[in-house]
């Protein structure tokens, strides 16, 4: 069973954006959103071409693009350590109604587990209307273990939003 079941009116959407000055400069390959929309199609979401933008405020107008279309998440990947450009979090948190900081919390354990270095990541997971957006680390391995956290929750989580309790 996959985590996202179709909503009512066919596949929940999704996007994702990626927070890297160079990737979006073209001097560095990103690796983990080819990571992130493979992870989400499996579950059974229609994913966004996914968007790479410059750290800071490029980040935020991503954000507020995406969701004017309405999905049911938003994954974001980079942006959430404390280099002096590292903004994703802070682009992220105006936009939501409702942070979920459990999910985070697991999100840093998991990955704790692995290096201590993930106890320094400062994204946030919450609801900006019926959408999830979660901060995802910039590493594909971070985000591997952030997307293993999700994989039991992510249903649930949209049909909550949706005004179906999946209980």
């Known amino acids: 069973m996959s985590a996202c079941e179709p909503g009512a009116h066919g596949p929940r959407k999704a996007g994702v954006v990626i927070a890297s000055t160079r990737a979006a400069a073209g001097t560095y390959r990103d690796g983990t959103g080819p990571v992130i929309q493979d992870w989400l199609a499996e579950h059974g979401f229609d994913v966004f071409p996914t968007m790479v933008v410059p750290d ?7 954000l507020r693009a995406l969701l004017t279309q309405g999905p ?4 974001t990947s980079g942006g959430t350590g404390l280099s002096p450009d590292d903004h994703t979090p802070e ?9 979920i900081p459990g999910i985070m919390e697991g999100i840093r354990r998991a990955g704790s587990e692995k290096t201590p270095m993930a106890m320094l990541s400062r994204g946030h997971a919450g ?9 995802l680390p910039g590493s594909p391995k971070g985000v591997m273990d952030g997307l293993s956290v999700l994989d039991p929750l992510l249903g649930h989580l949209c049909e909550q ?6 209980h």
């Open 72 to 75: 049911s998440v938003i994954i």
């Open 161 to 166: 939003l949706e005004g179906n309790h999946g």
């Open 127 to 135: 609801t900006a209307g019926k959408t999830f957006i979660i901060n």
């Open 56 to 62: 800071g405020e490029p980040v935020g107008a991503a």
């Open 91 to 99: 682009m992220t948190l105006p936009l939501l109604d409702r942070e």
